[in-house]
């Protein structure tokens, strides 16, 4: 549970829903164009990239949390050793995933970087199995099952692993499930893990300016400005995706999720020309399945769920 109350949903209203809806859309949107804006932060290199995005989410994350009010949630969580914990380890496999992520769209590999958050439902699927011992329906083992022979296949494809997809699938996956453990806000949740990781993003930071290699101030005034929007290149999304989620169900959140790695791939294929054979179109296609059986068996369940929760009667 949250440190504080959630605040009251308003699903329901029409009004709200396609405020709902567009504020996600909006959130899984600038998500999928990120692969856009990296590269034009070049010369300055991935690890470069991903220390001041730490720096300038941290300041950002700061201002918010002030702005927003939610000073004493992060006390509360500074209290709880467990919490704070988990949060150590979240901040941790953000930061690999923020690097991969990065290091992907500056080196030519978009289309992989778009399979990662494709494969990632279903490595959350598979982490519940793993993790929290949760059991499987049919077409869930089906999907997973399809997603296995997929990577087999890219692998054979790539001559390698894909490892990209893979470490963002896992990193991503190993995130939400710390993250739901520890049970805190986003916005509390982020500026505790980007404050954690500043220390080393800074020290990175001087001992690149110290040795002459920082791209800070050295490439003129436009490429500073660029590095210092990372702060509000990762908030603005999280703030639209929050408040999407308390105006529609989780099952459209789960749909917009495929917003974000559709863009992604378009951008890989149409506008920084990757390589896509017609065996890496297998690949790929085994996964769009794998998703299709794993989101109709996700609908399905939910409704059968319902109409059970309708069929039973209330006791006196």
């Given at each position: 549970m949250s440190d504080r109350q959630a605040p009251p949903s308003t699903q329901g209203d029409p009004t709200e829903l396609r405020r709902g809806f567009l504020l996600g859309l909006a959130a899984y949107g600038m998500w999928g164009a990120f692969p856009l804006y990296f590269p034009l932060l070049e010369p300055a290199g991935a690890v470069e990239l991903l220390a001041q995005r730490v720096l300038w989410s941290a300041a950002t994350m700061v201002l918010l949390l002030v702005g927003l009010r939610k000073v004493r949630p992060l006390r509360r969580i500074l209290?709880?050793?467990?919490?704070?914990?988990?949060l150590l380890v979240a901040a941790c496999v953000i930061a690999v995933n923020w690097g991969v992520f990065i290091w992907g769209t500056t080196n030519g590999r978009v289309i992989e970087v778009s399979l990662g958050y494709f494969v990632n439902p279903l490595v959350t699927v598979l982490i519940g199995v793993l993790v929290l011992r949760e059991r499987l329906r049919p077409l869930q083992w089906a999907a997973l099952a399809f997603a296995g022979v997929a990577v087999l296949l890219l692998t054979l494809d790539y001559g390698r692993p894909p490892w990209v997809s893979l470490a963002l699938a896992f990193s991503f996956g190993t995130y939400g499930l710390v993250r739901k453990l520890a049970g805190v806000g986003a916005i509390e949740g982020l500026t505790f893990e980007s404050?954690?990781?500043?220390?080393?993003?800074?020290?990175?930071?001087?001992?690149?300016?110290?040795?002459?290699?920082?791209?800070?101030?050295?490439?003129?005034p436009v490429h500073a400005l660029l590095l210092a929007s990372a702060g509000l290149v990762t908030a603005v999304p999280l703030l639209c995706f929050g408040a999407a989620a308390t105006r529609v169900p989780l099952v459209t959140?789960?749909?917009?999720?495929?917003?974000?790695?559709?863009?992604?791939?378009?951008?890989?294929?149409?506008?920084?020309?990757?390589?896509?054979?017609?065996?890496?179109?297998?690949?790929?296609?085994?996964?769009?399945?794998?998703?299709?059986?794993?989101?109709?068996?996700?609908?399905?369940?939910r409704r059968r769920t319902r109409r059970a929760a309708v069929a039973v009667p209330e006791v006196a």
């Open positions: 209290r709880d050793r467990r919490r704070v914990g988990l404050l954690a990781l500043a220390p080393l993003a800074g020290a990175y930071v001087g001992w690149l300016a110290a040795t002459g290699a920082s791209t800070f101030g050295t490439e003129g959140i789960g749909l917009l999720q495929y917003v974000a790695p559709t863009l992604q791939f378009l951008l890989g294929l149409f506008v920084f020309g990757e390589d896509m054979p017609a065996e890496r179109w297998i690949g790929f296609s085994l996964v769009w399945l794998a998703l299709v059986l794993l989101t109709a068996e996700t609908l399905g369940h």
